[in-house]
């Protein structure tokens, strides 16, 4: 079951990503993430409130925010601290990267958690776990071939180590989900709407400082629907993936692998929406990282 809901998480995630693109071409970054986490804490919101005065009626149907002990809103703190840099990274680099190049590489995200997952949760890959990841990697550097016949350059152009660094980060935050929804016991509308609410007192202190005494730059930002679609479509994906992560013998190296297939959406899609370049070459790649996440998901079958 976990992994059907991990597939129904990549739906989510392709479709959000989309939105993603759209929210932040040619606008300012911060005040887009900042709307994004502010309609995702918006959609959570009425589910805290009936939490508070109608308990048994949001038990009843599963959408319950637990009270929690402040050592805990320390634990939640620190995935907001994680997601924000990652964020900031990878909004910046999809603002200067087309999308057929930045979720690719986002698409390495499972190797770093599979690295992890075998550290620190001593999950066992069996071999072909191990073709999937080395594959998804291969894939993702014939991506930087196509993307230099985009004018860019891997190696001198910064927002591509941005995305790297935002990949990273993002992997650790799935790895830090497991230890909140299995050791912490956390359920997922309570880690998500906390979650929310101290990103968005992050970004404000952040805005306050490069974004809120510049005067040009607010100028520059462009209200769009798709703001308030990133966020309710992320919420959504969080939902499914965190109640993945509550069944015991979910994986959590696979279940980030399985994310992966969001890409069908961001490069079959996305690369028409957006008009974007090479995406029949693209499509080799593409076939090669989901080649990867196949032999991941059904090495145990």
């Not at 993430?33 to 109608?54: D, E, H, Q, R």
């Not at 390495?108 to 550290?119: K, Q």
């Not at 101290?198 to 930002?221: A, D, H, M």
Request: hydrophobic fraction near 55%.
């Amino acid at each position: 079951m976990w992994m059907y809901l991990g597939l129904l998480a990549a739906l989510f995630l392709g479709l959000h990503n989309l939105c993603k693109k759209h929210a932040v071409q040619g606008n300012e970054v911060f005040p887009v993430l900042l709307g994004t986490i502010t309609s995702g804490f918006l959609l959570l919101l009425p589910f805290f409130i009936g939490s508070l005065y109608f308990p048994e009626y949001t038990k009843q149907i599963g959408f319950h925010i637990t009270k929690i002990p402040w050592k805990t809103h320390g634990f939640i703190f620190i995935k907001s601290m994680i997601m924000t840099a990652s964020w900031v990274l990878a909004y910046q680099a999809l603002k200067h990267l087309p999308i057929t190049i930045v979720t690719p590489i986002r698409s390495a995200g499972p190797f770093f958690t599979f690295i992890g997952a075998i550290l620190i949760y001593q999950e066992k890959p069996n071999f072909l776990q191990w073709i999937g990841f080395f594959l998804i990697i291969f894939s993702v550097m014939l991506y930087s071939r196509i993307g230099k016949k985009e004018g860019i350059h891997f190696k001198s152009n910064k927002w591509i180590y941005a995305i790297i660094a935002a990949t990273f980060l993002g992997a650790s935050s799935g790895l830090y989900d497991k230890f909140l929804i299995q050791n912490v016991a956390l359920n997922p509308q309570t880690l998500q709407f906390w979650f929310c609410w101290y990103t968005i007192l992050i970004l404000l202190v952040v805005l306050s400082v490069l974004w809120f005494p510049n005067s040009e730059k607010r100028k520059k930002f462009k209200w769009r629907w798709t703001i308030l679609a990133v966020g309710v479509l992320l919420q959504t994906a969080d939902y499914f993936y965190f109640k993945a992560l509550q069944d015991p013998d979910a994986l959590i190296m696979l279940l980030s692998a399985i994310k992966r297939s969001q890409i069908l959406i961001a490069v079959l899609i996305g690369g028409f929406v957006f008009k974007e370049k090479n995406k029949r070459k693209k499509l080799v790649p593409l076939l090669g990282i989901m080649i990867g996440v196949f032999l991941i998901l059904y090495s145990n079958t």
